[in-house]
């Protein structure tokens, strides 16, 4: 579990790409790989990944590495990845942590393109597509992890949804150099989704009707 606030961006050291399976590593500072285990889990871009290997480098930082599998590669941007490129990291939340954005699984349900940037010394928008599929989930205030932050969505269209970022998440995060065109990763509020599809099921069972009844009734 992890939530949505990033805690550092970090040049991807390597990629090492096979048929539908790619390696990626990186160099941890000592301060962001303290405790740091074989199994952890580190959201990249949003992306639960594992820790593979670890292997201590003569400056103190340490050189660890995550597999990704094809089902990954598929859904996600870090197909596009290359050594050198900056990525958002987060390791996972603890007991006792400070929950500052909200719950995010890790688990990516997709890339959205942006569609449009906007911004000046303080402010930045960003502008997405909204697809069909994912539209009953990226609603006005709602919640929306893109590129593993927690973002709120400022309004939405019928194709479009929008976010404002602050200078903070600008300067910490990877966004401070998107473009349009570039594809994002993204996973729906999981509490909106649960509720979505809670209402979905029940309008399709008809059960939802009878419950709106019995509460008129009542």
Same mark, same amino acid.
């Given at each position: @579990?992890?939530?949505?606030?990033?805690?550092?961006?970090?040049?991807?050291?390597?990629?090492?790409?096979?048929?539908?399976?790619?390696?990626?590593?990186?160099?941890?500072?000592?301060?962001?790989?303290?405790?740091?285990?074989?199994?952890?889990?580190?959201?990249?871009?949003?992306?639960?990944?594992?820790?593979?290997? @670890?292997?201590?480098?003569?400056?103190?930082?340490?050189?660890?590495?995550?597999?990704?599998?094809?089902?990954?590669?598929?859904?996600?941007?870090?197909?596009?990845?290359?050594?050198?490129?900056?990525?958002?990291?987060?390791?996972?939340?603890?007991?006792?942590?400070?929950?500052?954005?909200?719950?995010?699984?890790?688990?990516?349900?997709?890339?959205?393109?942006?569609?449009?940037?906007?911004?000046?010394?303080?402010?930045?928008?960003?502008?997405?597509?909204?697809?069909?599929?994912?539209?009953?989930?990226?609603?006005?205030?709602?919640?929306?992890?893109?590129?593993?932050?927690?973002?709120?969505?400022?309004?939405?269209?019928?194709?479009?949804?929008?976010?404002?970022?602050?200078?903070?998440?600008?300067?910490?995060?990877?966004?401070?150099?998107?473009?349009?065109?570039?594809?994002?990763?993204?996973?729906?509020?999981?509490?909106?989704?649960?509720?979505?599809?809670?209402?979905?099921?029940?309008?399709?069972?008809?059960?939802?009707?009878?419950?709106?009844?019995?509460?008129?009734?009542?």
């Amino acid at each position: @579990m992890f939530s949505g606030i990033v805690q550092t961006k970090l040049r991807l050291h390597e990629v090492n790409r096979q048929v539908d399976f790619a390696s990626l590593v990186y160099d941890f500072p000592a301060q962001f790989s303290a405790e740091l285990q074989l199994g952890a889990s580190v959201a990249q871009n949003g992306v639960c990944l594992t820790v593979r290997a @670890m292997k201590e480098n003569a400056d103190g930082s340490l050189r660890v590495s995550f597999d990704a599998i094809a089902q990954t590669l598929k859904l996600t941007n870090l197909i596009n990845l290359d050594a050198g490129d900056f990525v958002n990291l987060e390791r996972a939340a603890r007991f006792g942590d400070e929950i500052g954005g909200h719950i995010v699984s890790g688990h990516v349900f997709g890339c959205v393109e942006v569609l449009s940037v906007e911004q000046d010394a303080l402010n930045m928008s960003l502008v997405f597509e909204r697809p069909v599929e994912l539209r009953p989930y990226l609603l006005n205030k709602g919640f929306v992890a893109l590129n593993g932050c927690s973002l709120t969505i400022a309004e939405v269209t019928q194709d479009t949804f929008t976010v404002c970022l602050i200078p903070e998440t600008r300067d910490v995060t990877t966004f401070g150099e998107v473009q349009v065109g570039a594809r994002i990763n993204l996973e729906i509020d999981p509490s909106t989704q649960a509720t979505v599809d809670t209402i979905k099921e029940l309008m399709a069972s008809g059960q939802l009707a009878e419950l709106i009844e019995t509460v008129k009734s009542a």
